[in-house]
């Protein structure tokens, strides 16, 4: 099982890159997130990678952040979205976008997605609206590989989302205190449909 590479960028275009490897070039599909932050060919390159198993072939889909694997993981737990889709998915979208987009239940951005019908719209949301900020996951917002309490998570999903430490601490504070049981996704959409208020 290969976590990461580390080695000569040899090529770089949509959707893909080859990096050396002490002579060996592994071909590693990437989103176009990824792709904004390579260096130029022939630079050292460091990659974060998903190896992906079936009866006929191995695939390498790289990342050049923890928190973007996460994300990636996180889409293809969902019934229908393969790597390929979720990478569609993470080049059709910024990772905060795509969060809010999920939490707050908004298929029509998510369908607007190349590839992304109305029904795995509606699925993603289904499926990865709790699940996305589990707090006994890897993070999505922050890429954290630790556990973290549902407080520090969903702190970090606003700071995401872009509030600031201040205004995501006092509305998780008052949101969590209300709703003691609330889970991360829903104190993040609350806080969400206060801001817009």
Do not use: W
Not at 161 to 172: A, D, I, P, T, Y
Request: aromatic share 4%; proline share 2%.
């Amino acid at each position: 099982m290969i976590a990461y590479l580390n080695g000569t960028l040899a090529t770089k275009k949509e959707q893909e890159c080859i990096i050396d490897v002490s002579g060996v070039g592994y071909r590693v599909e990437i989103s176009t997130q990824t792709l904004k932050t390579l260096p130029e060919t022939g630079k050292q390159a460091r990659l974060l990678v998903y190896h992906h198993f079936t009866d006929s072939e191995q695939r390498l889909f790289g990342f050049a952040s923890q928190k973007e694997k996460n994300l990636f993981e996180r889409l293809i737990t969902v019934k229908g979205i393969g790597p390929k889709l979720a990478l569609t998915i993470l080049s059709g979208m910024q990772a905060s976008v795509l969060m809010e987009a999920i939490v707050m239940q908004d298929t029509s951005s998510l369908s607007g997605i190349s590839g992304i019908g109305k029904k795995t719209a509606q699925r993603m949301v289904l499926e990865l609206k709790d699940k996305l900020f589990d707090e006994s996951q890897p993070s999505v917002v922050t890429g954290d590989e630790t556990t973290r309490s549902k407080r520090e998570e969903a702190i970090s999903a606003l700071e995401a989302l872009g509030f600031s430490k201040r205004e995501s601490g006092q509305m998780v504070n008052q949101i969590a205190g209300a709703n003691p049981k609330a889970t991360v996704s829903e104190i993040v959409k609350q806080a969400l449909a206060q801001s817009k208020r």
